[in-house]
């Protein structure tokens, strides 16, 4: 072979290995567009609870349901719902998990897992999670891992679950190292919001809903600006200042109209940003401070529940964003004001470590290398900076 063929055939052979590597390489990338079509049925009302049946049968599920509950709801409601599933229309188990964040563990988790394999639960059947928050975010994880994921229905029992917890398909559970830190997106088929159920919720936790009622008054604006949410004709910060004028009930109307609002805010943000990436932010007002202090205090006698350690949360940011001057102190003043009336707690319980707070935060989900997105008010109360980065050195001026 002649010196010019050898190279006539190195070029060949250079040009197929350079083919080849074109489409073997390690790395593909493919571009594909997807609409995330998502469809919840969100009854909201008095009775709400009733349309179990019907719902079921509107979302076409299977006959198996698997009924999650914890003793303090059960021993009020189990048995008015169980009564609303007729036997011979569904297979109904009951399952009751431990009260409060007891439940959100690996452990309950695999037993929920197990329970469903021993009675099998295939993907047309149903968990049913009635409970406040804790309940609908075990429920919510188990529910879409298990042969990645059966028909999810959640009957919120607390008025945090029913504002908040319920609505937007997130779900979690806890690890040893920070609250709700394995978790997935996973929507609901249907969210039952009765506010009937509350009649049994413990005042401290009705005012631990207010507290979550309030964050969706902080971030209206922002909400309304960058949604299809509509504000009312009065802002949710008045309308939440002259209900706390008296003590709330839980069926008073007021409190009604603002948890149709507050869950029909959370649903278009949702709409808008489903896993997180920008506007939804804004919901965790006052959550990077709020969760280190439920860990801290976890199992205390000083344990706070998760809408006190919001409303400090919420208290506390509004102050770092006045020393930041991107709000005027009346801001703060009023957001306290509010708290007092709400009977729920703005300061950081004296006694707790600031530097363990400091370090729980740091375990945000928020952080990235060394600094954390916070929301933090601004301007005027009713619209937050959803994605301000703030140094981690900075965050023992929040507590
Ligand atoms: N996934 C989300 O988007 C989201 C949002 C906010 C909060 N959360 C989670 O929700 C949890 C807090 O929810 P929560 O405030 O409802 O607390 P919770 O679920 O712990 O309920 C508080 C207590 O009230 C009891 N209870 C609930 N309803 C009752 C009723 N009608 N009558 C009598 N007792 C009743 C519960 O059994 C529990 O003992 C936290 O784990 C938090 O992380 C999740």
């Known amino acids: 072979m002649s010196k010019s063929q050898l190279l006539e055939a190195l070029k060949g ?48 599920a299977g006959r198996r349901v698997l009924l999650l509950c914890q003793p303090s709801t059960a021993v009020h409601w189990l048995r008015d719902v169980l009564d609303t599933l ?24 695999l037993r929920i897992w197990e329970h469903l394999e021993a009675r099998g639960f295939d993907r047309q059947d149903t968990i049913v999670a009635l409970g406040g928050g804790a309940v609908s975010d075990l ?18 029992t607390s008025l945090l679950a029913q504002v908040d917890a319920a609505i937007g398909g997130k779900n979690a559970i806890n690890l040893p190292s920070g609250k709700n830190l394995a978790g997935t997106f996973f929507f609901p088929k249907a969210v039952l919001a009765d506010q009937e159920v509350l009649e049994t919720l413990p005042r401290r936790q009705l005012t631990s809903g ?10 209206e604006d922002t909400a309304a600006k960058a949604t299809d949410y509509e504000k009312g004709p009065r802002p949710l910060i008045d309308i939440v200042e002259d209900m706390l004028r008296n003590v709330v009930e839980h069926d008073d109307p007021v409190l009604s109209g603002l948890i149709t609002s507050c869950i029909k805010m959370k649903l278009f943000v949702v709409a808008r940003d489903p896993h997180e990436a920008t506007i939804r932010r804004s919901l965790n007002l006052g959550h990077t401070l709020g969760h280190a202090l439920e860990m801290a205090t976890a199992d205390s006698s000083t344990e706070l529940s998760h809408g006190e350690a919001i409303a400090i949360g919420m208290a506390q940011t509004t102050k770092y964003a006045v020393a930041q001057k991107k709000i005027g102190k009346d801001a703060l003043e009023r957001v306290k004001e509010i708290l007092i009336r709400a009977e729920l707690p703005y300061e950081v319980p004296k006694g707790l470590a600031k530097d363990k ?18 929301v933090l008010p601004q301007t005027k109360l009713g619209q937050v900076d959803f994605e301000a980065p703030v140094p981690l050195s900075e965050l023992a001026k929040l507590v």
């Not at 969100?42 to 076409?60: D, N, P």
């Not at 007729?86 to 988790?109: A, I, M, R, Y």
């Not at 507290?211 to 971030?219: D, F, N, Q, R, T």
Request: overall charge positive; glycine content about 6%.
């Open 13 to 60: 052979k250079e040009a197929k290995m350079r083919h080849k590597s074109k489409h073997r390489g390690p790395v593909i990338t493919m571009n594909w567009n997807t609409t995330l079509e998502v469809k919840t049925r969100v009854a909201v009302g008095a009775g709400a609870r009733h349309k179990l049946s019907s719902i079921l049968a509107q979302i076409g």
């Open 86 to 109: 007729p036997s011979e229309d569904f297979q109904v188990t009951t399952l009751e998990v431990p009260d409060g964040e007891n439940c959100k563990t690996s452990e309950w988790l």
């Open 139 to 156: 429920a919510g994880f188990a529910c879409s891992t298990y042969m990645r994921g059966l028909n999810l229905v959640l009957v919120p």
């Open 210 to 219: 207010l507290a979550e009622i309030l964050k969706y008054a902080l971030i």
């Open 357 to 374: 707070l400091v370090h729980l935060m740091t375990a945000d989900k928020k952080r990235t290398g060394d600094t954390i997105k916070l």
